[in-house]
């Protein structure tokens, strides 16, 4: 290994492994979600700052609204077809709540980002 690289390994390493006051390591996150007649379970997800978020969404019934989903914070809209798991990419997430819920606004969830 050229001597050059070794240094900047190092500086890596030190930042990733930084956990105060920096940016946090941010990690992809894959939440599985389902529909049910409950609506979505889990409704509450908690991650962490800067966690690349994709939810995993399986819609497995048909008695309620809840066939497509919305992410406004995100401009997001997608379809829920009957026991297909759908991919809904977040991407890396701010402190804070963000949103999800039915085209009716009826059925709900919230991810909470810390
Ligand atoms: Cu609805």
Redesign the pocket.
Known sequence: MPKRIVPCLLLAVALAGCGGGGTPASRNREIQIAVTENGFEPNRIEVNHGDAVTLLVTRKTDQ???TEILVPARGIKQELPLHQTVRVALGPMEPGEVGF???????KGTIDVR
């Open positions: 309620t609204c809840a819920a039915c085209p009716m606004d009826m059925e």
